[in-house]
């Protein structure tokens, strides 16, 4: 995965396949949530909500909540539903906190970005772990980066609308993304 973010709520996600390319790309503006399937010639827009985030990846958070945990900050509750008090310690260096229905683990290095994320979504126990290979590199990035343009010839689906997760992003049954 590679990622590109602009406090306190632009965010852009790109999903890599196993054999390369962009399996899922996934940006927002703040404002406006978009989603582009390369390989399906597929994209959705809809208002940045968790709802429509979690229609895509299963984590139902807020894009400035991604943003936040990327720069290296809890925007959830400690354990138990508690404040997450800043600098609060596990014993292997993570910062835990709760996040809707998540279980978030943070660690972060020395430039205070995220090193890892850890995330177990509390009903369905699933889980994904984000970890740091390079970077972050501080650069100033096009507004455009955040809300893409729709390739031509691309279709509408209902990505980010009603319906059941997709899971596009970690369900191997669907490596094109087609969803269950």
């Not at 709520?9 to 949530?33: H, K, N, Q, W, Y």
């Not at 390369?38 to 709802?51: F, I, M, Q, V």
């Not at 972060?108 to 090193?115: H, R």
Request: negative net charge; glycine residues 10%; hydrophobic residues 40%.
């Amino acid at each position: 995965m590679a990622a590109a973010v602009r406090p306190p709520d632009r965010l852009r996600l790109e999903f890599i396949g196993p054999m390369g390319g962009v399996r899922l790309l996934l940006a927002t503006d703040g404002s406006e949530l978009r989603a582009i399937l390369p390989h399906e010639r597929l994209y959705d827009r809809a208002p940045a909500t968790p709802r429509a985030v979690a229609r895509v990846t299963g984590l139902r958070f807020r894009p400035a909540d991604l943003v936040a945990l990327m720069r290296g900050k809890l925007p959830c509750a400690g354990a138990g539903g508690s404040p997450a008090p800043a600098g609060t310690l596990e014993e292997d260096g993570t910062k835990p906190c709760r996040l809707d229905d998540a279980d978030v683990s943070l660690r972060v290095n020395e430039a205070s970005w995220a090193q890892s994320i850890s995330i177990v979504l509390g009903t369905s126990h699933q889980s994904i772990r984000l970890d740091l290979v390079d970077g972050p590199a501080e650069a100033n990035l096009a507004d455009d980066l955040f809300a893409p343009a729709v390739p031509e010839g691309y279709s509408r689906g209902n990505l980010l609308g009603d319906g059941q997760p997709l899971f596009i992003v970690d369900d191997p049954a669907h490596a094109e993304g087609t969803g269950p």
